[in-house]
């Protein structure tokens, strides 16, 4: 990666084809930053960075994580690793490989290189918690054998790690842990709730509800989740985190049901399937460090980004 210009900067996305990753891309290029995106291309794809190929400041590479990797950057977002159970549990062991040798693979890159390095960690690591809102000092509910371990252990394991280059090495580090983000690009069959009822419900068949619907989710927009994690990787090296990133505003799963159904017009009914096992009951973001670390607030209410997320389906066909 030569830069382009003595000023801007050259990042490196990793899982940059995915969801997220493909928003942050995006947001990096618009601001000036030189934007070298790695994915193997696992849940992520090529049309979710289609518009910025071929764009000057921005290149592509398929790579898997878990080889190592030899580039110049002077800053890493590391977002790769399947984030949906059904993705995640396709290949348990893969899905822990991603996360562990993952992130020792790309804090090398940052020992080496120096570049400044941000682990996108989870809400998941807090498990099915005890505690409730989850504050970042909470440790967590995590049941380390069931089917969501592979996910949870694995980025538990990624902050261990993080944590460890960071006292060791000296090694400039933060660690975001999102909850439950959702938006357009979310892939249309990846079993997360927000994607999953809105193409039910475009497409008239029953509206999956795990269990009675009273467990709660916070459901953070896209936009808002990027905003916060752009304005924590400029933050001072001190500033390490684990910080919360997410939307506070709490709903139960049976709410969200009822109003992607009147959001969308839809005359599908609500069908009630078992609740998967290790199912947290609860979650929501305590979010108190972030609004005072970066001066940052969640501004697009569920009902807003729902609407953006049911035209972003309804144009790609659930494609
Ligand atoms: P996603 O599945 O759309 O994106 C993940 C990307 O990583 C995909 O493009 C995939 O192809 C790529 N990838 C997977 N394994 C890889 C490997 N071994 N090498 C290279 N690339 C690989 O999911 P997302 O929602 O965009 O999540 C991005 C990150 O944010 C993940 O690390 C996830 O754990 C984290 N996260 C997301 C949420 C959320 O609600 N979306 C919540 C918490 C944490
Ligand atoms: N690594 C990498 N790119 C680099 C530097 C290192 O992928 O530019 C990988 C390398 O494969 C190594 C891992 O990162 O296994 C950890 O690197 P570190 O320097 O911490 O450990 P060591 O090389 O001593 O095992
Ligand atoms: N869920 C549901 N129907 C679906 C998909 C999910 O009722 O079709 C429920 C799921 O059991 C969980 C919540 O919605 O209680 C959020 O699930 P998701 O997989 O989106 O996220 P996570 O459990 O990882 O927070």
Redesign the pocket.
């Known amino acids: 990666m030569v830069k382009l210009r003595s000023d801007s900067r050259r990042v490196l996305v ?8 493909s928003h942050l891309c995006e947001r990096l290029i618009d601001r000036g930053d030189e934007v070298l995106c ?8 090529r049309r979710n960075v289609a518009h910025l190929m071929g764009h000057p400041q921005f290149e592509m590479l398929r ?4 080889f190592p990797l030899y580039v110049e950057t002077d800053a890493i977002f590391n ?6 159970p059904v ?1 995640y549990q396709f290949d348990p062991v ?1 899905t822990t ?2 996360s562990v040798h ?1 992130a020792i693979n790309m804090l090398g890159l940052a020992k080496r290189t120096g570049a400044t390095i941000l682990q ?5 690591v807090y498990g099915d918690p005890s505690v409730h809102p989850q504050p970042e000092e909470y440790w967590g509910n995590v049941n380390p054998i069931g089917p969501r371990a592979c ?1 949870d252990e694995g ?1 538990r394991c990624a902050e261990t790690l993080f944590f460890d280059y960071n006292r060791q090495f000296n090694l400039p580090i933060k660690v975001v842990r ?5 938006g357009p690009r ?2 249309p069959n ?1 079993g ?1 709730v927000v994607s999953n009822f809105i193409v039910q419900a475009l497409k008239g068949e029953p509206i999956t509800l795990y269990g009675d619907g009273s467990q709660t989710r916070s459901f953070c927009y896209v936009d808002d989740l990027i905003d916060a994690m752009v304005r924590f990787m400029d933050t001072a090296p001190e500033h390490t985190g684990p910080l919360n990133i997410g939307n506070p505003g709490e709903f139960t799963i049976l709410e969200l049901a009822e109003l992607v159904i009147a959001m969308t017009g839809s005359r599908s009914r609500i069908e009630h399937k078992p609740l998967p096992q290790d199912d947290p009951k609860q979650r929501r973001p305590d979010i108190a460090k972030a609004r005072t670390l970066l001066d940052w607030e969640p501004r697009v209410p569920l009902r807003d980004g729902l609407e953006r997320t049911i035209a972003y389906f309804r144009k790609t066909a659930f494609a």
């Not at 990793?14 to 990753?21: E, Q």
């Not at 977002?79 to 949906?84: D, E, F, N, T």
């Not at 999102?178 to 959702?182: A, D, G, K, L, P």
């Open positions: 990793t899982g940059g084809a995915g969801f997220l990753g790695v994915d193997n291309y696992f849940t992520g794809a790579h898997d994580v878990t977002l790769a690793c399947p984030a949906s993705h893969q490989k991603t993952g996108a960690s989870t809400s998941e996910y980025k999102i909850f439950n983000t959702y979310m892939h990846d997360r």
